[in-house]
């Protein structure tokens, strides 16, 4: 990829001359779709993004939002999709890398991942190989730099087959005395890279994240991946929290997409300032780098500080303490330009802001999807419901999350495996003079919520997308996807506080591809907007295209939420109570897994139009003492939902009016058991249906009544049902 024409005429007209080399490179890079968002800048006017508990919106390395008094976190998401198909480990490793120094960058010590992974048809191996090395990666890195991994969600679907997404999501705790951001703040101070040396992996990432995905890119484009170091990446934590404590930085940013030269042209041009960096100071691994290979390599585990003069010794001092290197590379200027030297030369001498944000946007043309037409023919019941419990997309995700440590930290309640992850605030319960105890349960499957907590406030985390309900219709799907991660966090007695969004398209300059595209940022951002949830910052991944064909389009919804207490109700059932479908029903099956795998189209199914008061009155009702279960309803449908419920020791005998009430997967609906079902009717009353589907038993056995039709299953062979990705994987 080379700087197109009609960018080089734009930067031409502005500098009066022909761009050096390096300055070239430079502008390729932050000009790239990556960097610019050229063609998804003017969609995303559609969110909200404001609330009275957001302290900082989009624009940062990440966002902040106030969780409890005197208790700030960060909050925000990111890609690494070509890279994690050209090297599935690396990819996926740095990713987490790259979102964890974001968290770092705003003064915050990260708490909790969320990963969500999507990737071809799970019959392929190819798709069995990425799973494998992406997990593995994602769980390296995470584990050695002891920050949980605590939920996320695993897709499968035909689409991803050339072209498998990584995002990533990380949450970080902070004080506001802490804050800093990525805004430098006055001329004369200093500009001081720390963190593992400079080399050449990673050249060109950002452009690279700007391409299709071409046919030989396992092989061709390897040299655009990074290379992490999880160990430097530890130490790098450390360094930075001893940094902020002691008052060492003035603002911040991380060095991901376009390196050096993204981080410090970005830091400068927020503040309205310029800088002078010399090349040649940067600490390098690799002799005879020459300026553009320092500027753009996006080598891992490294920070770009702005610090007080009579500082920087002080900073040297951490950084040697931590192992870590150390250049003052630097000094902001007051000029507003961005000049860098090397060998004597000056190699870069532009306007930052230019630089910065003078990529011109695109005005390009889309098509409107269309809403698919209703055509199948329904299986019998037996078949439908072994089928689609089995298919990988609803079946135990186990495999993949018991790879991770998700309780490092000793502040994870709620573990992957329920509705959503619950954390322990621990500042907020020391400040209430409460103590706060580790669980050790199992999660969801063993019917486990976590084991015995204090009565502390927690901080609950969900994400995820579907990509057969954008599929199917973009909108809907979309608008379904804010209406579905809020619903988890209610299942867990949690009130949502802010999103972040993950928005993944494929080549924006197909019609048809950017109106899908346009379709699901305004959905989500009508979603996020009906249910009052801010939406605080994200990314835009797009030109997600390869010899297969464009992805579906992806909008990943990570949704942060506090509780009063973090003891949730978990899903599994106690064996002795009523159960309730909570939520307006819908038996339209578009976007179901029934259809997937038995063919047919349907339209998508509505949305209640005050699923915002369904999601609250859902997270009032967990909290009940007369609660003892919660499960949302979303992929497969109630069907599934009730197979997730059944242990050993707990069964139910269920009645639904038809095969399509067990499947569709209409969202912001719930499965509640509780020894109070009039309580819940009453709850309920003139915010969404509530339906008696029967009771639960002791006897281990789900009991599935549709018509004349009846199915019945014990708890193993459910459970080796949904075996089918450990089955294959092991």
């Known amino acids: 990829m080379t700087l197109a024409e009609s960018d080089r005429e734009r930067v031409v007209g502005e500098l009066g001359r022909d761009p050096t080399r390096a300055e070239a490179a430079l502008f390729e890079n932050l000009w790239s779709e990556h960097c610019a968002y050229r063609s998804s800048l003017p969609l995303l006017s559609a969110f909200d993004s404001e609330s009275e508990d957001v ?107 050339g072209n498998p997404l990584v995002n990533v999501a990380c949450v970080g705790l902070l004080t506001p005395d802490r804050l800093v951001t990525a805004e430098a703040q006055r001329p004369g101070n200093r500009l001081v890279l720390v963190g593992n040396s400079t080399g050449r992996d990673g050249l060109g990432g950002a452009s690279f994240a700007s391409e299709d995905l071409a046919e030989d890119a396992e092989t061709e484009d390897r040299p655009a991946v990074q290379v992490g170091d999880p160990y430097a990446e530890k130490r790098l934590i450390e360094a930075n929290e001893e940094l902020i404590d002691a008052g060492l930085v003035q603002s911040a940013r991380d060095l991901g997409a376009a390196g050096l030269g993204g981080a410090s042209s970005e830091l400068v041009a927020k503040g309205h300032l310029g800088c002078e960096i010399d090349l040649n100071a940067v600490h390098q691994r690799e002799p005879g780098m020459n300026a553009t290979e320092i500027l753009l390599a996006e080598s891992q585990e490294r920070m770009v500080y702005e610090v007080a003069p009579e500082n920087v010794d002080a900073v040297r001092e951490v950084a040697a303490k931590f192992d870590l290197g150390c250049s003052d590379i630097g000094e902001v200027t007051g000029d507003g330009q961005y000049v860098c030297g090397f060998d004597g030369d000056v190699v870069v001498d532009a ?15 889309m098509t409107e999807p269309e809403t698919p037409a209703t055509d199948y023919d329904l299986p019998a019941l037996d078949e439908a419901f072994e089928t689609v419990v089995a298919n990988p997309n609803t079946a135990s995700k186990r495999w993949v999350y018991r790879q991770y440590d998700h309780e490092v930290g000793a502040r994870t309640a709620v573990r992957p495996g329920e509705d959503g992850a619950v954390l322990a605030l621990h500042e907020l319960a020391d400040a209430a003079g409460g103590a706060m105890a580790t669980s050790n349960g199992d999660g969801r499957e063993d019917g486990d919520t976590g084991g015995d907590v204090a009565d502390a406030p927690g901080l609950a ?34 009130d949502p506080v802010a999103a972040v969004d993950c928005l993944n398209g494929g080549n924006p300059e197909k019609p048809d591809v950017y109106g899908g595209f346009g379709a699901i940022v305004d959905g989500l951002a009508d979603g996020c907007r009906d249910l009052s949830v801010p939406v605080v910052g994200g990314n835009v991944s797009l030109y997600n295209d390869s010899e297969a064909g464009p992805i579906p389009p992806t909008p990943t919804l990570a949704m942060l939420g506090t509780t009063d207490g973090v003891d949730a109700p978990g ?73 997730e419920t059944i242990t050993a020791d ?49 006897s281990g056995t789900l009991t599935l009544t549709t018509g004349d039709e009846t199915a019945a299953y014990d708890h193993a062979e459910i459970v080796a049902f949904r075996e089918t990705i450990a089955a294959a994987m092991d």
């Open 650 to 698: 707990a069964g139910a005998d269920v009645s639904a009016p038809s095969t399509e009430a067990l499947f569709s997967e209409a969202p912001g609906r719930a499965v509640i058991e509780t020894t109070d079902p009039e309580g819940v009717k009453a709850a309920f009353d003139g915010v969404a249906t509530v339906v008696e589907l029967g009771a639960s038993d002791a």
């Open 55 to 161: 302290v900082v919106g989009p624009g940062d390395d990440a966002a902040v939002v106030e969780v409890g008094d005197g208790l700030y976190a960060t909050f925000g998401v990111e890609s690494h999709n070509h890279p994690s198909y050209v090297d599935p480990f690396d990819g996926a490793a740095t990713g987490v890398g790259g979102i964890v120094r974001d968290t770092l960058s705003m003064g915050a010590y990260p708490v909790a991942l969320a990963d969500c992974l999507y990737f071809g048809g799970f019959e392929r191996e190819h798709s069995r190989y990425l799973l494998e090395g992406v997990v593995e990666g994602i769980s390296h890195y995470g584990n050695a730099i002891g920050v949980p991994t605590v939920g996320g969600s695993t897709a499968f679907h035909e689409g991803y087959e």
């Open 351 to 365: 306007p930052a802001e230019f630089l910065a944000d003078g990529a011109p946007l695109n005005d390009l043309p």
């Open 461 to 494: 985390l969900a994400a995820g997308a579907n990509p057969n309900w954008t599929a199917c219709e973009p909108y809907a799907g979309a608008y379904a996807t804010a209406v579905e991660n809020a619903t988890n966090l209610a299942a867990v007695g949690a």
């Open 571 to 643: 899903s599994a059932l106690a064996g002795d109570g009523t159960l309730l479908l909570v939520g307006d029903h819908d038996e339209t099956l578009g976007g179901s897994e029934l259809l997937a795998e038995f063919g047919g189209s349907d339209a998508f199914p509505d949305v209640s139009e005050n699923a915002g008061d369904v999601v609250a009155t859902l997270g009032a009702v967990a909290g009940d003492d007369t609660t003892t279960a919660v499960h949302d309803v979303s992929d497969g449908g109630l069907a599934v939902t009730l197979a």
